[in-house]
T-cell receptor, first 114, second 110 residues
Framework: KAGVTQTPRYLIKTRGQQVTLSCSPISGHRSVSWYQQTPGQGLQFLFEYFSETQRNKGNFPGRFSGRQFSNSRSEMNVSTLELGDSALYLC?????????????FGPGTRLTVL | KNEVEQSPQNLTAQEGEFITINCSYSVGISALHWLQQHPGGGIVSLFMLSSGKKKHGRLIATINIQEKHSSLHITASHPRDSAVYICAVVLQAAGNKLTFGGGTRVLVKP
Protein backbone atom coordinates (compact mmCIF):
# COMPACT_ATOMS: atom_id res chain seq x y z
CA LYS A 1 0.00 0.00 0.00
CA ALA A 2 1.49 3.35 -0.99
CA GLY A 3 2.25 5.78 1.82
CA VAL A 4 1.27 9.41 2.17
CA THR A 5 2.74 11.51 -0.60
CA GLN A 6 3.35 15.24 -0.63
CA THR A 7 4.23 17.46 -3.54
CA PRO A 8 6.35 19.34 -4.12
CA ARG A 9 9.09 18.24 -1.73
CA TYR A 10 10.95 21.55 -1.90
CA LEU A 11 9.78 25.00 -2.80
CA ILE A 12 11.34 28.44 -2.87
CA LYS A 13 9.09 31.50 -2.98
CA THR A 14 9.46 35.21 -2.36
CA ARG A 15 7.56 37.37 0.10
CA GLY A 16 4.08 38.28 -1.03
CA GLN A 17 3.64 35.27 -3.29
CA GLN A 18 1.21 32.46 -2.61
CA VAL A 19 1.82 28.74 -2.54
CA THR A 20 -0.25 25.57 -2.81
CA LEU A 21 0.92 22.29 -1.32
CA SER A 22 -0.62 18.92 -2.05
CA CYS A 23 -1.12 15.80 0.05
CA SER A 24 -2.35 12.40 -1.13
CA PRO A 25 -3.41 10.16 1.75
CA ILE A 26 -3.13 6.42 2.04
CA SER A 27 -5.88 4.72 0.09
CA GLY A 28 -8.99 4.38 2.24
CA HIS A 29 -7.98 7.11 4.68
CA ARG A 30 -10.52 9.90 4.87
CA SER A 31 -8.84 12.22 7.35
CA VAL A 32 -6.00 14.52 6.37
CA SER A 33 -4.32 16.90 8.80
CA TRP A 34 -1.66 19.51 8.19
CA TYR A 35 1.20 20.69 10.38
CA GLN A 36 3.91 23.35 10.33
CA GLN A 37 7.32 22.58 11.80
CA THR A 38 9.89 25.29 12.50
CA PRO A 39 13.05 25.24 14.66
CA GLY A 40 11.60 27.91 16.93
CA GLN A 41 7.99 26.76 17.39
CA GLY A 42 8.33 23.03 16.79
CA LEU A 43 5.36 21.16 15.39
CA GLN A 44 2.07 23.03 15.24
CA PHE A 45 -1.34 21.85 14.07
CA LEU A 46 -2.80 23.77 11.14
CA PHE A 47 -6.08 22.03 10.30
CA GLU A 48 -7.82 18.71 9.81
CA TYR A 49 -10.15 17.68 7.01
CA PHE A 50 -12.51 14.73 6.97
CA SER A 51 -14.92 13.91 4.19
CA GLU A 52 -14.24 17.26 2.48
CA THR A 53 -15.09 19.24 5.64
CA GLN A 54 -12.71 21.14 7.87
CA ARG A 55 -13.15 19.53 11.30
CA ASN A 56 -10.58 21.45 13.26
CA LYS A 57 -8.33 24.44 12.91
CA GLY A 58 -5.20 25.54 14.77
CA ASN A 59 -4.20 29.08 15.69
CA PHE A 60 -2.96 30.32 12.36
CA PRO A 61 -3.98 33.45 10.45
CA GLY A 62 -6.50 33.33 7.66
CA ARG A 63 -3.67 33.37 5.10
CA PHE A 64 -3.46 29.65 5.74
CA SER A 65 -6.30 27.73 4.18
CA GLY A 66 -7.01 24.26 2.92
CA ARG A 67 -9.46 22.00 1.23
CA GLN A 68 -10.13 18.34 0.68
CA PHE A 69 -11.42 16.73 -2.47
CA SER A 70 -13.83 13.84 -2.88
CA ASN A 71 -10.92 11.42 -3.35
CA SER A 72 -9.55 12.57 0.06
CA ARG A 73 -6.58 14.35 -1.49
CA SER A 74 -5.96 17.64 0.25
CA GLU A 75 -4.32 20.93 -0.58
CA MET A 76 -3.22 23.74 1.64
CA ASN A 77 -2.67 27.29 0.46
CA VAL A 78 -0.68 30.08 2.01
CA SER A 79 -1.28 33.53 0.59
CA THR A 80 0.86 36.65 0.93
CA LEU A 81 3.88 34.70 2.10
CA GLU A 82 6.00 36.08 4.92
CA LEU A 83 9.58 35.18 5.83
CA GLY A 84 8.28 33.44 8.96
CA ASP A 85 6.30 30.99 6.83
CA SER A 86 9.55 29.22 5.96
CA ALA A 87 9.06 25.78 7.45
CA LEU A 88 8.58 22.10 6.87
CA TYR A 89 4.91 21.46 6.13
CA LEU A 90 3.75 17.97 6.95
CA CYS A 91 0.50 16.23 6.31
CA UNK A 92 -0.80 13.06 7.90
CA UNK A 93 -3.66 10.76 7.06
CA UNK A 94 -5.73 8.40 9.16
CA UNK A 95 -8.85 6.30 8.85
CA UNK A 96 -11.14 8.54 10.86
CA UNK A 97 -11.31 12.04 12.27
CA UNK A 98 -10.30 13.15 15.75
CA UNK A 99 -6.79 11.72 16.19
CA UNK A 100 -7.98 8.48 17.82
CA UNK A 101 -6.22 6.40 15.20
CA UNK A 102 -2.63 6.00 14.11
CA UNK A 103 -1.46 8.98 12.09
CA UNK A 104 0.58 8.28 8.95
CA PHE A 105 2.83 11.18 8.02
CA GLY A 106 4.07 12.21 4.62
CA PRO A 107 7.70 13.22 3.95
CA GLY A 108 6.86 16.91 4.08
CA THR A 109 7.30 19.94 1.85
CA ARG A 110 10.16 22.24 2.77
CA LEU A 111 9.15 25.81 1.96
CA THR A 112 11.69 28.59 1.90
CA VAL A 113 10.45 32.17 1.65
CA LEU A 114 13.03 34.72 0.51
CA LYS B 1 3.56 27.62 30.20
CA ASN B 2 3.33 25.04 27.42
CA GLU B 3 0.44 22.60 27.69
CA VAL B 4 2.78 19.71 26.88
CA GLU B 5 6.24 19.44 28.39
CA GLN B 6 8.84 16.83 27.51
CA SER B 7 11.97 15.91 29.42
CA PRO B 8 14.80 15.67 28.91
CA GLN B 9 15.30 17.90 25.86
CA ASN B 10 18.45 15.98 24.93
CA LEU B 11 19.67 12.56 25.91
CA THR B 12 22.84 10.66 25.07
CA ALA B 13 23.09 6.96 25.83
CA GLN B 14 25.48 4.11 25.16
CA GLU B 15 24.25 1.25 23.02
CA GLY B 16 22.36 -1.25 25.17
CA GLU B 17 21.23 1.24 27.80
CA PHE B 18 17.63 1.68 28.95
CA ILE B 19 16.18 5.05 27.94
CA THR B 20 13.17 6.87 29.40
CA ILE B 21 11.52 9.96 27.92
CA ASN B 22 8.82 11.78 29.85
CA CYS B 23 5.79 13.77 28.74
CA SER B 24 3.63 15.83 31.10
CA TYR B 25 0.53 17.75 30.18
CA SER B 26 -1.51 20.29 32.10
CA VAL B 27 -5.05 19.84 30.76
CA GLY B 28 -7.50 17.04 30.11
CA ILE B 29 -6.74 14.89 27.14
CA SER B 30 -8.53 12.13 25.31
CA ALA B 31 -5.48 10.45 23.77
CA LEU B 32 -1.71 10.75 23.53
CA HIS B 33 0.62 9.93 20.65
CA TRP B 34 4.32 9.16 20.64
CA LEU B 35 6.09 9.99 17.38
CA GLN B 36 9.61 9.43 16.10
CA GLN B 37 11.32 11.84 13.71
CA HIS B 38 14.57 10.93 12.01
CA PRO B 39 17.01 13.42 10.45
CA GLY B 40 15.53 14.49 7.14
CA GLY B 41 12.11 15.07 8.65
CA GLY B 42 10.15 11.84 8.25
CA ILE B 43 7.78 11.19 11.17
CA VAL B 44 6.63 7.74 12.22
CA SER B 45 3.83 7.08 14.68
CA LEU B 46 5.00 4.78 17.47
CA PHE B 47 2.01 4.58 19.80
CA MET B 48 -1.45 5.98 20.42
CA LEU B 49 -2.55 5.66 24.06
CA SER B 50 -5.65 6.56 26.00
CA SER B 51 -4.87 4.42 29.06
CA GLY B 52 -2.47 1.83 30.42
CA LYS B 53 0.55 0.52 28.60
CA LYS B 54 1.55 -0.59 25.11
CA LYS B 55 4.61 -2.50 23.93
CA HIS B 56 6.06 -2.89 20.46
CA GLY B 57 9.39 -4.61 20.15
CA ARG B 58 11.88 -2.77 22.34
CA LEU B 59 9.57 0.19 22.86
CA ILE B 60 7.15 0.55 25.77
CA ALA B 61 4.75 3.44 26.32
CA THR B 62 2.77 4.09 29.47
CA ILE B 63 0.23 6.71 30.45
CA ASN B 64 -1.22 7.77 33.81
CA ILE B 65 -4.29 9.85 33.09
CA GLN B 66 -4.77 10.96 36.73
CA GLU B 67 -1.17 12.18 37.02
CA LYS B 68 -1.23 13.68 33.49
CA HIS B 69 1.99 11.91 32.58
CA SER B 70 3.28 9.50 29.95
CA SER B 71 6.61 7.80 29.48
CA LEU B 72 8.31 6.21 26.49
CA HIS B 73 10.91 3.58 27.29
CA ILE B 74 13.48 2.16 24.91
CA THR B 75 15.05 -1.08 26.10
CA ALA B 76 18.45 -2.29 24.83
CA SER B 77 18.95 0.96 22.89
CA HIS B 78 20.67 0.85 19.49
CA PRO B 79 22.27 3.57 17.36
CA ARG B 80 19.34 3.31 14.94
CA ASP B 81 17.11 4.58 17.78
CA SER B 82 18.84 7.96 17.44
CA ALA B 83 16.04 10.36 16.55
CA VAL B 84 13.76 13.04 17.98
CA TYR B 85 10.86 11.62 19.97
CA ILE B 86 7.76 13.78 20.14
CA CYS B 87 4.76 13.52 22.44
CA ALA B 88 1.43 14.84 21.12
CA VAL B 89 -1.83 15.09 23.01
CA VAL B 90 -5.43 15.34 21.88
CA LEU B 91 -6.85 18.19 23.94
CA GLN B 92 -10.43 17.63 25.06
CA ALA B 93 -11.16 21.30 25.68
CA ALA B 94 -9.80 22.38 22.32
CA GLY B 95 -12.16 20.24 20.27
CA ASN B 96 -9.67 17.46 19.75
CA LYS B 97 -6.74 19.44 18.41
CA LEU B 98 -3.35 17.78 18.38
CA THR B 99 -0.82 19.68 20.51
CA PHE B 100 2.87 18.76 20.50
CA GLY B 101 5.65 18.70 23.02
CA GLY B 102 9.00 20.19 22.11
CA GLY B 103 10.61 16.82 21.45
CA THR B 104 13.47 14.88 22.99
CA ARG B 105 16.60 14.46 20.90
CA VAL B 106 18.11 11.02 21.56
CA LEU B 107 21.62 10.02 20.50
CA VAL B 108 22.67 6.42 21.04
CA LYS B 109 26.42 5.89 20.72
CA PRO B 110 27.86 2.53 19.64
Amino acid sequence: KAGVTQTPRYLIKTRGQQVTLSCSPISGHRSVSWYQQTPGQGLQFLFEYFSETQRNKGNFPGRFSGRQFSNSRSEMNVSTLELGDSALYLCASSLTSGFYNEQFFGPGTRLTVL
Amino acid sequence: KNEVEQSPQNLTAQEGEFITINCSYSVGISALHWLQQHPGGGIVSLFMLSSGKKKHGRLIATINIQEKHSSLHITASHPRDSAVYICAVVLQAAGNKLTFGGGTRVLVKP
